[in-house]
């Protein structure tokens, strides 16, 4: 920034100061929540419970907004990563490296808001929400969310998803295979078996079938059956010598 720049950026900043106000809460009255733009240059907080802003170069920032035409959450972001560190110090993961910084644009009645996040590896987190009128003039930051609680260092407070941003999708949990009951054994059923008509022996002396097969010699003990209509008496074949 150059020394016209920045010297025209001083004057803005002061005549804002002594016409601007602060927002005021529902019931009327001021927001002590907000913090008018100021180059006084008051001393940044310290310790554990120091807002996320004292480690934002909230001035500078807002300068790139006005001066530099940054008026597009994607412009401002890109510049404010382009030289990690020199916008920022916060450092959420402790791992001696300055966050990366991004940039959500929030509603205002009073104007135009840029809510500033940082990204550690833990994930997203408020550090400030800056405003500014209608014209772009900067009016000065909320310490978090526009209205809300404060974002420090100890608690700093979880960024809330972008309007019209796709839900995240919910996790996927395996389902164990359903068990399927083994069928039960198939029973063969034996077919029926014909009963076999019993052989009949002729009587000795009864006259032969023509085609009929010879009829088995009598054994003893076998009952010998009488023809039908015949005079001879059914009795037990005699043993053979």
Known sequence: MSESTARNAALVLAVLVGACGKPVDPSGKEDATFTKASMAGAPAPTGEDRPLSADL????????????RLKTPDKLQ????????QFSHIDLDKDANPDPLTVADRPSKDGHAFEIRVRPATGEFVVATMLFDHEWSYL??????????????????PAAPQPG???????????????????????VMAAPVAPVAPTTTPAPGAPAVPGAPAAAPAVAGAVQAAPAGSAQPAGVAAKQP
Do not use: C, I
């Open 140 to 157: 000065g930051h909320y310490d978090g969310v526009m209205g809300g609680a404060a974002s420090t260092t100890a608690r700093p407070l």
């Open 78 to 85: 890109d510049a404010l990563n382009k030289k990690p560190g």
């Open 165 to 187: 941003a796709p839900p995240a999708a919910p996790p996927v949990v395996a389902t164990p295979p359903a068990v399927v009951p083994s069928a039960a054994p198939t029973q």
């Open 57 to 68: 170069a909230v001035e500078p920032v807002s300068m790139l907004v006005t001066f530099n």
